[in-house]
């Protein structure tokens, strides 16, 4: 593993060995090595169909993988062992594992028919127990955190799209994840909407929460990363801190990739 | 159309003041008004001929209306039809979420009932179920091949009330099985991934983030599922059931008057259709609170020349 040394020597918060994926024939992901650090925000690049999106929905298990292994803080996401036998997690071992791992989608995903604070509470007061009020009041703090205070009582369809992701991150926070994914946070929005919602992401990131971003924004990568890791074929090409990865490629797909998207 | 030939756009540069659009009206549309006029006047027509008609008898009619044989026919109509339509809804979720699961045999199952119920006539079903003890005289809960824990005389198990209340709610299921499908795809595939992802087992992501979104499509065809019961359920007069067909049908056998009984019970099927449709109408504008509703533009409806 080339970690790189610039990143302290963090405990290794997700490590990824050997990850395969197919669907049927096709192979998406072909072998990926990756460790995270805790703290660390790592943005993955790539063209479209490359596999960012399959990687990041095996870490929480959205997704199957066929062989290798993928652990979250010291646990394989999806998997219990017991008795030197490795069986798969039940719905109960299932969300107590994601507990840990909030995501944020492209397209959103927030509940329509319920209001932002409702959409926000959901988990932690449906599936993780916590009470009420106690929810409310953190659940305030992150509206407050990503500007949007004011609409807790809005429904998701009343809001810009710029603001709908911001309550789709503040609804992740909810949960209070040691790990954070976001895939193309940014791709369903208008351009003077994007800038909102990478300010947003940018605090995260340095108030020391573990990102893992998938993102076709450049400059996010270039301002917010401690590491980019560049995707191609199912395979991580390159990777390393992004003044070097973005500056100065090694991989020549790397440069084709830069070149097209800057 | 004078204004479409200069460079195909309505928009020229010397368009002088704009006014304001708080003064706009619609434009009067002369044919629609006189359509209108025919479509009452016809109306208006029809219901004199219907109470004008002495073969109607309306007084006949107002003399059955609350007769307490037609009451009680009412309340069985009424009872049978919220019965079988409750419980065909709880089959027909189960039978609903067997079919989605990935579960070959539950889905199989789900498909062969649908299949058998949806192909066959209710009456068929009804008749069926009421001569079950021809079939199965004793019905007994038992490990297979071994002697009978507990069991029952057929007979007296199937009454014309639970054959009637079986049949709807069996046949009911198949359907609303189906309608609760529809409802179940039509929610976002990204809904439950994102339950998934924060957590919630199956079946709380179905009970807090799929079926609540699925209602809105959900309750128009079930409204409809309601409906046809209620008027599904005259078919149960054939196993001697006294619902409402059955009990005017009771009384003019005796009187014979025959239309004006007829005509309580159809402004007793027409009552209770309009009281169901007023509900529909607020449960809908429940399901569809987080909508973003905004007034579409209005227009005029007239072809007016567009000059000005
Ligand atoms: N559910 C699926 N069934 C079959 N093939 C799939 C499925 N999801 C993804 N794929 C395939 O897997 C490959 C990788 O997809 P993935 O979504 O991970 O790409 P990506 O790098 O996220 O691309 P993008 O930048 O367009 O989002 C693609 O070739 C895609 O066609
Ligand atoms: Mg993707």
Known sequence: MN??????????LVQARDVHKSYGANEVLKGIDLDVRIGETVVILG???????????????????????????????????????????????????????????????LYPHMTVMQNIIEAPVGVYKEKRASAEDYARMLLKRVGLLEKASAYPRQLSGGQQQRVAIARALAIKPKLML????????????????????????????????????????????????????????????????LVNPKHPRTRAFLNRVI | MA?????????????????D???????????????????????????????????????????????????????????????????????????AICRLSGHRIASGFAGLYIWFFRGTPMLVQLIFWYNLA??????????????PLVSWDTNTIITPLTAAIVGLAL????YMAEVIRAGLISVDHGQSEAAQAFGMTRQRAL?????????????????????????????????????????????????????????????????????????????????????????APRVSTSDMEDAQ
């Not at chain 2, 460079?7 to 010397?14: E, N």
């Not at chain 2, 021809?134 to 002697?147: E, K, M, R």
């Not at chain 2, 046949?171 to 198949?174: I, L």
């Open chain 1, 3 to 12: 970690i790189i040394q610039t990143i302290s020597s963090a405990p290794v």
């Open chain 2, 171 to 174: 046949n009911e299921a198949a």
């Open chain 2, 207 to 295: 009970r807090r983030i799929i079926i609540p979104q699925a209602m809105r499509s959900i309750i128009p065809p079930t409204g409809n599922q309601l409906i046809s019961m209620i008027k599904g359920t005259s078919l149960v007069s054939v196993i001697a059931m006294n619902d409402l067909l059955y009990s005017v049908q009771a009384i003019y056998n005796r009187t014979f008057e025959i239309i004006p009984l007829l005509m309580v019970a159809v402004v007793w099927y027409l009552f209770i259709t309009s009281m169901l449709n007023f509900a529909q109408s607020h449960i809908e504008r429940y399901y569809a609170r987080g909508e973003r509703r905004s007034e």
């Open chain 1, 47 to 109: 063209p479209s169909g490359s596999g960012k999106s399959t990687l990041l929905r095996c870490i929480n298990h959205l997704e199957s993988m066929q062989k290798g292994s993928i652990l979250v803080g010291g646990e394989q996401v999806g998997y219990v062992k017991r008795d030197g036998k490795l069986y798969y997690a039940n719905a109960a071992q299932l969300a107590r594992q994601r507990h840990g791992i909030g995501m944020v989608f492209q397209q959103f995903n």
């Open chain 2, 3 to 19: 204004a479409m030939d200069r460079a195909g756009s309505a928009i020229t540069a010397d368009s002088s003041e704009g006014w």
């Open chain 1, 182 to 245: 976001f895939d193309e946070p940014t791709s369903a929005l208008d351009p003077e909407l994007v800038g909102e919602v990478l300010a947003t992401m940018r605090d995260l990131a340095s108030s020391g929460l573990t990102m893992i971003v998938v993102t076709h924004e450049i400059s996010f990568a270039r301002e917010a990363a401690d590491r980019v890791i560049f995707m191609d074929g199912g395979r991580i090409v390159e990777e390393g801190p992004p003044d070097q990865v």
């Open chain 2, 21 to 95: 659009v708080s003064r706009a009206v619609a434009a009067v549309n002369y044919p629609r008004w006189a359509l209108t006029c025919a479509a009452i006047l016809f109306a208006l027509y029809m219901a004199w001929m219907i109470i004008a008609n002495d073969a109607f008898q309306w007084h006949t009619v107002f003399h059955w209306l609350f007769d307490p044989t037609v009451m009680q026919g009412l309340g069985v109509t009424l009872g049978l039809t919220v019965v079988a339509m409750v419980l065909g809804t709880i089959i027909g979720l189960v039978l």
């Open chain 2, 134 to 147: 021809t079939l199965f005289p004793q019905i007994s809960i038992a490990i297979p091949f071994a002697p």
